[in-house]
């Protein structure tokens, strides 16, 4: 059923595109009540509206704080049409059909560096959800629209039936209450992170998590389990949440874990790169002249494990890279800044495959949510980025420069590894990869069972470990095996052991001062 809209109600403050649904709304012989500056931005405009204080006879007071909290407007918001006629006309309340609203900007205020604390109580808006919370419940008798992007398909409907059918004045009232569930998410966000000398601490004593469904995916970790996907209300340019699936069957809950550990892996080199992802661990990475030759390369890595994996580039991907993938192997995503028509092409060859282009960007996600029991694990992120002159080498030999530069690679691609993590690498790939055992020696053992497989040879190569060595068994274990230079975080009450096992075996190492753990 379509409701008629005959009068409307307009407050906003994003005014985007709000003359414009004004003027077609008068044009439909519909009646403007507005308040304040939205009354005079549709005046300026030629447009006849009737503004809030002449209605309810009563002026904006202290400086605009109360303008709408009176019977005459919510009682216009509330009114049930069948129901409530005949006190509306005893009290000479008109009904509204219609609320064009959107709340104070208190994210934009809050969000600059120099916004003080009353400056953003000034931007809690009071009035504003009060209204859009009364339109909303009365659903079955007006439509509420909050953002701009709501206004054409509104308006289409209004010009073709004179209304707004039943199942959209739902949706609308849906979308209006999760506005107001965001903006006082934000509120309390941000308050409850006031200490009471002013500065704001880096948690909130409440955590007011604000997710929109992107979609439902196939299943969960297993079949028999249910799951979806929601991002960010405001995701991070760059980050996983802001793709777009350009071909492929739906999406499982691993193929998005798995492929978020491998796009955040890629995203961290500046060459032409390619990350290869099997079950949460990087099982090949490596820098090419292109996509293709990355590819080749991390593929040789691993090329057992490879099958069925995440493969993320940094690099648009061409057809040569497409062509390469699906000749050699079944892959469950492929993930690219861009994604060329060319290399859509090919993998089209192979409907299965999941193709994911994300939009270029260099936002990070500040912090980090783990669920346990009836309680969350929130942590900032871990973007540290080690430059070289962190280093801190405490061998008696440095490492070559071209050691350095595979130092440098293998503790990027550590950082992504589960722990304990220990990494192979030489010539800006890896040779073989550890992860996720209850001991560090065993993650080296298995990553040296890795690069044999592979065919490596491990004399000459670098070894990376995300936390500190706690006995020298482990170089003394990597010696073994050719190592020539090692990259950790040091720190641990034996280091002076295990430097001297490095000298002892003329290895050069080097300190990062900060370690990587990764559960």
């Known amino acids: 059923m379509t409701h008629i809209v005959r009068r409307a109600l307009l407050s906003v403050s994003d005014k985007a595109g709000v003359v414009d649904l004004a003027r077609r709304l008068a044009a439909a012989g519909i009646e403007l009540v507005s308040t304040g500056g939205t009354c005079r931005a549709l005046r300026e405009a030629g447009l006849a509206v009737r503004e809030v204080a002449e209605l309810t006879g009563f002026p904006e007071i202290m400086d605009g704080r109360v303008k709408t909290l009176h019977p005459l407007i919510h009682g216009g918001l509330l009114g049930r049409r069948g129901v409530d006629d005949a006190v509306m006309a005893a009290h000479g309340i008109g ?8 709340l104070y900007p208190f994210e934009a205020t809050v969000a600059r560096p120099d916004c003080t604390l009353d400056e953003a109580v000034e931007q809690i808006d009071i009035g504003g959800p009060a209204m859009l919370r009364a339109a909303a419940k009365n659903f079955r008798h007006l439509a509420v629209l909050t953002d701009p992007g709501q206004y054409a398909a509104a308006l289409g409907q209004i010009e073709a039936s004179g209304g707004v059918g039943d199942a959209d004045r739902f949706a609308l009232a849906v979308a209006a209450f999760n506005h107001v569930a965001n903006y006082d998410a934000a509120i309390s966000d941000y308050l409850s992170a006031i200490r009471p000398d002013g500065t704001r601490a880096a948690f909130p004593d409440q955590a007011n998590g604000r997710h929109v469904k992107v979609m439902d995916l196939r299943y969960g970790e297993n079949p028999h389990q249910q799951a979806a996907f929601y991002r960010d209300l405001r995701p991070a340019p760059g980050t996983l949440a802001t793709f ?99 290399a859509l092409a090919v993998t089209a060859g192979k409907p299965n495959i999941r193709v ?164």
């Open 95 to 102: 009904a509204f059909d219609l609320l064009v609203l959107n």
């Open 244 to 342: 777009r699936q350009l071909q492929g069957k739906e999406l499982s809950y691993n193929n998005l874990a798995d492929a978020d550990a491998a796009w955040e892996a890629v995203r961290g080199f500046q060459a032409p790169a390619c990350v290869i992802v099997k079950h949460a661990n990087p099982c090949g990475v490596a820098l090419g002249a292109g996509p293709a030759e990355a590819y080749e390369r991390a593929y040789a890595c691993d090329s057992t494990s490879a099958f069925g994996g995440i493969i993320a580039f940094n690099r648009p991907l061409d057809a040569a890279a497409a062509e390469a993938i699906v000749g050699r192997q079944f892959a469950e995503v492929i993930i690219a800044p861009a994604v060329g028509a060319d």
């Open 356 to 519: 994911l282009e994300i939009p270029p960007g260099d936002g990070r996600n500040t912090h980090e949510v783990k669920r346990i029991g009836s309680g969350l694990l929130i942590q900032t992120a871990d973007t540290h980025v080690l430059a070289r002159g962190d280093l801190k080498v405490v061998t008696r030999r440095a490492p070559t420069p071209a050691e350095l530069d595979d130092l440098m690679f293998a503790w990027e691609v550590a950082r992504y590894v589960k722990s304990n993590a220990i990494v192979y690498a030489a010539g800006q790939r890896t040779l073989g990869v550890g992860a996720g055992q209850m001991s560090r020696v065993d993650s080296a053992r298995i990553a040296a069972l890795k690069a044999a497989e592979a065919g490596f040879e491990l004399a000459g190569a670098v070894m990376a470990s995300d936390a500190f060595f706690p006995f020298r068994d482990g170089l003394d274990a990597a010696a073994e095996r050719g190592i020539a230079a090692v990259i950790q975080p040091g720190g641990s009450m034996r280091d002076a052991e295990v430097i001297a096992a490095a000298d002892a075996h003329g290895m050069a190492m080097v300190f990062t001062g900060v370690r990587h753990f990764r559960h």
